[in-house]
């Protein structure tokens, strides 16, 4: 019996369409059922709605261990893709209690319960630092405890901790470290808020890179290492590195709209993330742009996704095939 964590997330609401294309017996973690329906929108969305029904459908919460307790009785491999993704300063003990005590508490339950295999959903904002006059991050490319990092980042890391003392004590352990994830299902959320503001308009763009991903890929790629005799190691996920303003162009193209043609260079960004501060205080919202965020938009760092390639012969679809699809099947469920 496999269990996903997460499920009714952009990552595990895709991977349960796979495995249950695989004929696998599934469990899925879920904490309301309102987020369910997105999850029948996926299945749709594959053209396997006679799916949708095989699915275990167990409630739960990842902070919760009783419930976890339950839910864990005759799980054999773990699919761990709960987490909160925010960069708002204001998050960090929400995001300390979910990304770092949750996964401390699906690694203890992993233990307690005898569970043969764990594919934790890392990130690559918990992969290493380069040094100087360097720009290319591996798997084996060093934390740096002293660089500055966002409180996401460093709850990633964290988890990642305890997953290596699960595998410690005895799991076997793989984990992913996605780049920005595109798939189909999640409006408004994730990597929809870029494509949303670029069909809404906007007007600027920065220098920097990004690492993409199709949702597909990061599924199936965990599938595929849960599969192999892989054990004790991380993956980068990156499908393709592209700078900013090509990704934002060819959204642009796509959606047939304008593209972004101004530069926000490093001055225009340091009064956003400062500005954006203030309106925080001011109207007392999330913030939207950080001291962190904005050094990541100019960031050029690069991700070598080798290593999956190398031991899966793994092969990640092209850009032009997810995000075509995305842009046009994406808003009839907004």
Known sequence: ??????????????????????????????????????????????????????????????????????????????????????????????????????????????????????????SIAALGSPKEHESIITEETEWNPEELHSDYAITKYGAEMEVWRGHQEGIEVVIVNPGVIFGFGFPKKGSDVIIQSVKRGLSFYTKGNVGIVSVYDVANGMIQLMKSNNNGERFILVGENIENKKLLTYIAKLSKVKSPSIEANKAMISIAWRLDWLLSKILKRKRKLTKITAAAAISNKQFDATKIKSVLHFNFQKKEEYLTTNLVEQDPFV
């Open 1 to 122: 019996m496999i269990l996903v964590t997460g499920a009714t997330g952009l990552v595990g609401s895709h991977l349960l369409v796979q495995l249950l294309q695989e004929n696998e017996e599934v469990k899925a973690l879920f904490r309301s059922e309102k987020q369910i329906e997105k999850v029948k929108n996926v299945f749709a969305f594959y053209h396997q709605t006679a799916l949708f029904d095989k699915i275990n459908w167990v409630q739960g919460d990842i902070t919760d261990i009783p419930s976890l307790e339950i839910v864990f009785e005759n799980v054999t491999h773990v699919y761990h893709c709960a987490a909160l993704i925010s960069f708002d300063p204001n998050d960090e003990e929400v995001l300390r209690k979910i990304n770092i005590e949750g996964t401390a508490n699906i690694v203890n339950c992993c233990i307690d319960f005898g569970v043969k295999k764990l594919c934790h959903v890392s």
